[in-house]
């Protein structure tokens, strides 16, 4: 945990679930948690139906990704701005899933990442070395490379996120070593602060990969990990809560 900063528990629902089972997830969240703020990101479908019965709690609801124009000839995609509309306040953007399965690479993130600023959605940036990175000692430099490429200035006084979630951890129930961790958040911190300043040392970064009940009281306790972004076990509602509970005090 960073001191001051209160953490954030983020939920990405990923392409799971039809109305009525968005809608019972939601609804046993909506009471929040005690130590940490709480965000859901359905799929763009069940956008409003769940910013709409979540309305007035404590838990904030968000998209897993956007187009980089505010409108136009776009077949297929969503605009920062439509999701504004509908009741989102987040946006997670570069997520690894969208990197490998639409090419997106770090100059779309930051053009996507502009646009949910301008439309007024705090964007999660996510960053992450693959296997293959790690075992060639790359981790350090990919990440530093991701965060210099995707992020725009006014990311970090808007209140931008950014995710750590190693390629490699994602849906596969394997995650770094604690020390690993903390030691890329402290990277991931260096850099942000170097490059815009004091404003950066209270940016959330998040953790991603594999966070479970089980390992999150251990992760939750890292110097500068200020919460996760949980996949899988976000779907299972006491799953999530439990680990939005296993946040130090
Ligand atoms: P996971 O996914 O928790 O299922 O590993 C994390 C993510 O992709 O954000």
Redesign the pocket.
Known sequence: MTPGIRPLIAG?W?MNGNQREAARLAEALRDGAENADLLICPPFVHIHQVAALMLGSRVAVGAQDCHAAHHGAHTGDVSAAMLRDVGATHV?LG???RRTNHGENDAAVLAKTEAALTAGLIPII?VGETEAERLSGLADSVVEKQLAGSIPYGFITAGGIV?Y?PVW????GRTPTERDIAAMHSTMRSALVERFGPAARTTRLLY?????PSNAVSIMALADVDGA??????LVAEDFLAIAKAVPE
């Open positions: 990405n990923k997670i997520h690894s899933e996510c995710a979630e951890a994602i849906g596969t991603g990969g594999s966070v479970k972004l949980v996949g899988g076990a976000s």
